[in-house]
């Protein structure tokens, strides 16, 4: 990896040692600088789980991604700057669908003298900083957490009341890179993906979060939120930039079907 590219990309300048102060200035660096996003999904777009192409993508090319690129570079550039990380598998709302969820999440187990911690940029709306692995209640820039173990060796992290998916369960061992490729793939051609129903984009700000849904342009903080539905394709492509850094003018040939998912999304609210 071409380290000093990566950290110009997220901004970071300091110095950088394998310890828990740097890993949480990287952690919110990251995720404060880089959106998640799955617009390649949605424009037809191969997504892989190869580190080089994620590299090229979202530093060369300044575009943000899902969890198997956020994490995935993520962790790469932990490892280049001296981390102790293991890839494992994450499985959103296993709580609900079972062990047929396995997979469709990529998180980072780091071990630092501090402790087991759990890093995971790619959730979207998730912890903005590292999390140690302990079962309890914590809380993170006003927003509410939980950890909790279950059985088997897995963990549950309980997202807080604003949050998309309210959990996913994750374990510690390494993960089968064989399921993760094949859970990408299912992720962005099933049309049971929630990924190929939903044009999605969320970011990390100053305040709390920014979230695009629909036509929906939401900014959440501890205290609510403010809602804007946005009018046209036009508006679309300018929140795509002016918010969430992604200068990604094609995007407005997926307006269409992005008004139709909104009907159905927001028809019973």
């Not at 901004?11 to 200035?25: E, I, M, S, W, Y």
């Not at 892989?48 to 993508?57: E, P, Q, S, V, Y």
């Not at 998916?165 to 399921?179: G, I, R, Y």
Request: aromatic share 8%.
């Amino acid at each position: 990896m071409n380290v000093a590219a990566y950290l110009e990309r997220i901004g970071f300048g300091g110095v950088t040692r394998p310890d828990l102060a740097t890993l949480t200035a990287l952690h919110r660096a990251h995720l404060l600088a880089i959106p998640y996003e799955n617009l390649d999904v949605q424009l037809g777009q191969p997504v892989t789980t190869g580190l080089a192409a994620i590299f090229d993508k979202m530093v060369t090319n300044r575009r943000g991604g899902w969890c198997y690129e956020m994490n995935g570079l993520f962790g790469w550039a932990l490892g280049q700057l001296g981390f102790k990380v293991t890839r494992s598998a994450g499985a959103v709302m296993r709580e609900a669908s079972g062990d047929t969820s396995i997979g469709n999440h990529l998180v980072l187990k780091v071990e630092l003298e501090e402790g087991i911690y759990l890093a995971d940029v790619g959730f979207g709306d998730g912890p903005i900083d590292p999390i140690r692995v302990a079962p309890g209640a914590f809380v993170s820039r006003g927003f509410d957490f939980a950890l909790s173990r279950q059985d088997g060796g897995w963990w549950r992290l309980h997202n807080h009341a604003g949050a998309g998916a309210p959990s996913f369960d994750f374990n510690l061992v390494e993960a089968d890179e064989a399921l993760l490729a094949r859970k990408c793939d299912w992720l962005q051609i099933s049309q049971e993906s929630v990924f190929v129903q939903n044009a999605i984009c969320q970011r990390h700000t100053a305040m709390g979060l920014s979230v695009l849904r629909g036509r929906m342009l939401r900014h959440l903080t501890p205290d609510g939120h403010k809602d804007r539905v946005l009018a046209d394709a036009d508006e679309y492509v300018t929140a795509l930039d002016d918010v969430f850094g992604l200068k990604l003018p094609e995007a407005a040939l997926l307006w269409p079907k992005i008004c139709a998912r909104h009907e159905m999304l927001f028809a019973a609210k």
